[in-house]
C-alpha cells in the first residue's frame, strides 16, 4: 500500500475553482493508477475522475465533465484535480484513491463547500 495525503479543499462561492491535490509516499507512484471519489453527506462515495500510469489516459464522472481536470506528475509523486465552475452540488469530502495491491489505498480526504 501507499500513503495518500490530500490538500487543497475550502470554502467556494458557486462558479469559483479550487485544486486538490493528493501527495503520494513511496517510490511506486507511477505504478498504479489513481483517482478522485467524493463523498457528499448522507450519499454514497461516488467516482469523480479516474487517470491511468502515465497520465495520458483519463476519464470522468458525467456530472464533472468539462468543468474538472485529472493530472498527476510522476516525478513529484502527485495527483491533482482541477476543478472549474464549480456547483452547490460539488460539494462533499473528496478522496483519492490508488489502484493498488493487494488492496486501493485511500487518503483521509479534503472537504470541499460550494457556496450558492
Known amino acids: 500500500q501507499v500513503q495518500l495525503v490530500e490538500s487543497g479543499g475550502g470554502l467556494v462561492q458557486a462558479g469559483g475553482s479550487l485544486r486538490l491535490s493528493c501527495a503520494a509516499s513511496?517510490?511506486?507512484?507511477?505504478?498504479?493508477?489513481m483517482g478522485w471519489f467524493r463523498q457528499a453527506p448522507g450519499k454514497e462515495r461516488e467516482f469523480v475522475a479516474g487517470?491511468?500510469?502515465?497520465?495520458?489516459?483519463?476519464y470522468y464522472a458525467d456530472s464533472v465533465k468539462g468543468r474538472f481536470t485529472i493530472s498527476r506528475d510522476n516525478a513529484k509523486n502527485t495527483m491533482y484535480l482541477q476543478m472549474n465552475s464549480l456547483k452547490a452540488e460539488d460539494t462533499a469530502v473528496y478522496y483519492c484513491?490508488?489502484?493498488?495491491?493487494?488492496?486501493?489505498?485511500w487518503g483521509q480526504g479534503t472537504q470541499v463547500t460550494v457556496s450558492s
Open positions: 484513491k490508488a489502484d493498488t495491491v493487494p488492496r486501493n489505498s
Open positions: 513511496g517510490r511506486t507512484f507511477s505504478s498504479y493508477a
Open positions: 487517470i491511468n500510469l502515465s497520465g495520458d489516459s483519463t
